[in-house]
């Protein structure tokens, strides 16, 4: 396909409401697979487009799909779930909304990882493809997928027929906004995202009163011992060629000061590229917990549940190269190369189970002069909040502009030109 200025055009007309879009969906995030909101404003702009929109795909995901003669089929995905984060962004747009998580517990909720503006793009993407069918030929399949903070919505829609019940895609394109500078993009081959895996560990120590610790098993002292010695996993135990995280995101014991409780949680988050690292790294996790609870006397065995995994997501090379092509014809040199990260997605599972290639690329989200400013006083980490900080907010533009773009012109370029 040749220029691209007539399509990508019509963005100045609908820019307008997909601000209010985004705004919208930012003030009214929903948890993993309770997006129902969110689900039927997507099916509601995907019929007014003109797409077959199947709704409760994977419970709560959403599938558009748009035929367009013969040509290849292009799988469009865009996760739209939030997280339980209470925002301090400060945005007059800001979330004061709450949910109920997996445990029942009520929490704030969200849209720290940016899946709002995931959405926008991709309804603003098919906007503009729908606008320009007599330039392309093929088959869309837009995915619109629950769950991704859980690992668990690709893999439901799948389990839900995806690929039976809608067209098989050729390819499986999608992206997510980062905290880098709004109107870049960055591309990353091969292996880009980790494996994570998810595992709650509960620790069993012996109640008592806290003015009689001799009586007790105390599992708030084992617990805070296997914190510290787990930091020696990455440190002592995987070659520092090698790529891993172990962080303990979360533990919980006791109820008041005065009692020893008779049990301690923890949920420890592991991020590894390479599948022997992961089992290592998973092994020395549980080995340690083991010993911990055995130098404490416990008398009862520590317990492991798995909360969740992601896969690593890998970008095929050629996938990725032609993509990254076709973004530099339009967006320039802002599109730049990326090293792998330790987030994850399940994205991923999406072209793994058809059978196809996926590229997924990251647009940036934050203000540019706020980053190159930080970036100079080597105070990024501090300054510029990344996916899941109660603070993180990219702003508007030219972000949406970018992932409207890149996801446009990366479509037409796996669609047949006319
Ligand atoms: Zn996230
Ligand atoms: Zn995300």
């Known amino acids: 396909m040749g220029d691209l200025g007539a399509v990508l055009g019509r963005l100045d007309d609908i820019r307008g409401d997909l601000t209010d879009l985004y705004k919208d969906l930012h003030a009214n995030p929903e948890l993993s697979f309770a997006e129902h909101r969110t689900a039927a404003e997507v ?35 865009a996760d739209f779930d939030a997280l339980p984060v209470l925002e301090q962004t400060g945005l007059d747009y800001a979330s004061t909304r709450r949910g109920t998580d997996p445990d029942g517990n009520d929490v704030p909720v969200m849209h720290a990882c940016g899946h709002d503006m995931h959405v926008t793009c991709q309804l603003g993407a098919l906007d503009l493809l729908v606008a320009a069918r007599d330039r392309w030929a093929g088959t869309i399949v837009a995915v619109f997928q629950p769950a991704e903070e ?12 995806l690929f039976g019940r809608f067209p098989k895609p050729d390819v499986c394109l999608g992206q997510h906004v980062f905290p880098f500078p709004s109107g870049s993009v960055g591309m990353i081959s091969g292996p880009s995202m980790s494996a994570a895996d998810g595992i709650k560990v509960t620790m069993f120590g012996r109640g008592a009163h806290g003015s009689q610790p001799q009586n007790s098993i105390d599992p708030v002292v084992m617990a805070s011992a296997t914190v ?6 990455v440190s002592r135990e995987v070659a520092p060629s090698d790529t891993a995280v ?40 549980k080995r340690i917990v083991r010993a911990e609870a055995i130098a404490a006397g416990a008398e009862r065995e520590p317990e492991f549940e798995p909360l969740h995994d992601f896969p690593v997501l890998v970008n095929d090379p050629a996938a990725t190269d032609r993509t990254t092509a076709a973004l530099r014809k339009q967006i320039g040199d802002r599109v730049h190369q990326m090293d792998p990260v330790t987030g994850s997605e399940d994205v991923g599972i999406f072209g793994t189970a058809a059978g196809v290639p996926t590229c997924y690329w990251f647009f940036g989200g934050a203000d540019e002069e706020k980053f190159l400013a930080a970036k100079q006083a080597r105070t990024l980490s501090r300054d510029i909040p990344s996916n ?31």
């Open 43 to 77: 099916a509601r702009r995907l019929e007014a487009l003109g797409l077959e929109v199947t709704t409760e795909v994977g419970r709560t995901g959403v599938v558009g799909v748009l035929r367009n003669g013969e040509g290849p089929t292009v799988l469009l995905r």
């Open 150 to 161: 859980i690992g668990a919505g690709a893999r439901a829609m799948i389990d839900d027929g």
């Open 228 to 233: 510290m010695r787990l930091q020696t996993v």
């Open 246 to 285: 172990v962080t303990v995101g979360a533990i919980k014991a006791g109820t008041k000061d005065n009692i020893i409780p008779d049990q301690a949680e923890l949920r420890v988050n592991i991020r590894s590229f390479d599948e022997q690292v992961r089992e290592q790294v998973i092994a020395a996790v």
């Open 388 to 418: 899941h900080s109660p603070f993180f907010a990219p702003v508007v533009e030219p972000t949406l502009t970018t992932g409207v773009t890149a996801m446009t012109t990366a479509a037409l370029e796996w669609l047949a030109d006319r």
